[in-house]
């Protein structure tokens, strides 16, 4: 059975460690002048060497030489915490802490993952850890350093590991393609070690599982291991971020969806582009929409339905509501101009008489006055041309409902009904919300003066029709947001 390479090309020295040489000059030191101290304690993220120099310190501390191959030492003692943490077994370790060493100068107890200790073993250990036997050392090693009691923290030389440079993993990866002859791409090199964080070990792991998938290993090889999409896509739903067309920055969503890339997988690298594009000022998005987005793509991955939140995300960036200016006047709908119009100032004019200030409450100042009556309207069918003064109603006064009625595919073949076909499911339960019902069943009864069964389905035909035919990207308006952030005017 072969050997990982991550455990192959583990340090053998403190002087091979890299990235650590705050702390390993600090160890040398100390071991050269013989200044040891009874209890240690390495925090920092996983794979950046805790346990490969608590083990090389403890074989330094004793005069031996360390090989990874070996079974260790009589008096080196490694523990698990994760499945050591009982009370019983924390007394049953520092029973044999005042046991002497067997052919070494000291003992040392190598406890791993030791955050996983029980309050009570914690209590057990305290004692000990605080003045131990002279012939111990403890080494606790943990990637949770907050999760310690301060009483054991406080007894401990503490030494904070660092995630390790994105080029010295680079550099270092590929010194080992070369020595185990890996052909291997400068820029696959880089992503592996931007996707290990600094961990030496996952960026290792990842060459050695890439090796094995294809030679020569390539961005794309890595892409493809990792679940990355390919850039070529991300840049193209980027785009569609900054152009007012809803239905291809949605088809170009789920086209990703569609090749199995996962949702937080997709807001990470959409996340990695924008920050790129803003630090190089090459985004075509306003600093506040990218930061605003930025920020909520961070909750993709924790979110219960990572992939609808995360179309709400894009959504939200795209479609922002524009602002009105200060002379802007807001156009009633069409059944209600020929009553009234409403200034910004408060003042109603009608055809048969003159402006007149008209009184308000002070809560209300900056409302719109519209007529509570409404003429009445003689019976007619809703067909293709009715069913746009439907449409236009609710683009005056409930704009984003109109932005997703308006993506359907309209049939009138029931004389009583009107069938609404959409291509994604979240627009037909959108559209399906009883409250939205109401207000385009208001809307037809108020341009035909007749009642209608509304019906909502979801026709997947619709995604392979020509673009232009699903939607027209003039025509649609700006939206707040297709699941609801829009407020409904009363």
Not at 126 to 133: G, Q, R, S, W
Not at 346 to 362: D, F
Not at 367 to 387: G, H, N
Request: charged share 30%; net charge negative; aromatic share 6%.
């Amino acid at each position: 059975m072969g050997q990982a390479l991550y455990r192959k090309y583990r340090s053998k020295s403190l002087q091979e460690i890299v990235g650590q040489e705050h702390i390993t000059r600090t160890l040398e030191t100390a071991v050269k002048s013989g200044r040891i101290a009874h209890a240690y304690l390495f925090t920092g993220p996983r794979g950046v060497g805790k346990t490969s120099i608590a083990r090389i310190l403890a074989h330094n501390i004793n005069g031996l030489n360390y090989d990874d191959e070996s079974n260790g030492h009589i008096d080196i003692i490694e523990i698990d915490a994760a499945s050591n943490r009982k009370l019983e077994e924390t007394k049953s370790l520092i029973e044999k802490v005042y046991v002497a060493p067997v052919s070494a100068k000291y003992k040392v107890y190598i406890i791993d993952e030791v955050h996983m200790l029980t309050m009570d073993s914690f209590n057990a250990l305290l004692k000990t850890l605080e003045e131990p036997p002279e012939h111990v050392i403890f080494i606790l090693a943990t990637t949770d350093a907050h999760k310690l009691p301060e009483t054991i923290i406080s007894r401990t030389q503490r030494f904070q590991f660092k995630p390790i440079e994105v080029n010295k993993v680079t550099e270092h990866l590929k010194d080992i393609a070369r020595k185990e002859k890996i052909e291997v791409e400068d820029e696959a090199l880089e992503m592996m070690a931007i996707h290990g964080q600094g961990s030496f070990r996952d960026s290792i792991g990842l060459l050695d599982q890439a090796s094995n998938y294809s030679q020569p290993v390539t961005i794309d090889t890595i892409n493809t291991l990792l679940g990355i999409p390919p850039i070529k896509l991300l840049e193209e739903l980027i785009l569609y971020l900054s152009k007012p067309d809803t239905a291809k920055l949605v088809i170009a969503l789920h086209r990703l969806y569609d090749q199995g890339y996962p949702a937080p997988a997709i807001a990470s690298q959409v996340s990695s582009l924008i920050r790129q594009q803003l630090v190089n000022r090459s985004s075509s998005l306003d600093t506040r929409t990218a930061l605003e987005l930025l920020s909520q793509l961070l909750d993709v991955p924790s979110n219960s339905s990572p992939e609808q939140y995360l179309e709400i995300c894009l959504l939200k960036a795209q479609i922002e509501e524009p602002k009105s200016q200060p002379n802007e006047r807001k156009e009633a709908p069409i059944a209600l101009k020929k009553i009234a119009k409403a200034d910004q100032k408060g003042i109603a004019v009608t055809k048969e008489q003159s402006p007149e200030p008209v009184k308000q409450s002070k809560d209300k100042e900056e409302e719109k006055i519209l007529p509570k009556k409404v003429e009445a309207i003689p019976q007619k069918p809703i067909d293709k041309t009715t069913w746009n003064e439907v449409l236009n109603i609710l683009k005056t006064k409930y704009n984003t409902l109109y932005g997703v009625v308006r993506m359907a595919s309209v049939d009138f073949e029931e004389p009583s009904s009107i069938r609404l076909k959409f291509a994604f499911p979240f627009h037909q339960k959108r559209v399906n919300d009883s409250k939205n019902r109401k207000i385009i069943e208001d809307a037809i009864i108020q341009v035909s003066g007749s009642n209608y069964i509304i019906e909502c389905i979801v026709d997947k035909k619709l995604l392979s029709k020509p673009k232009e035919e699903a939607i027209e990207p003039h025509e649609l308006e700006a939206i707040n947001s297709i699941f609801g952030e829009g407020e409904l005017l009363d």
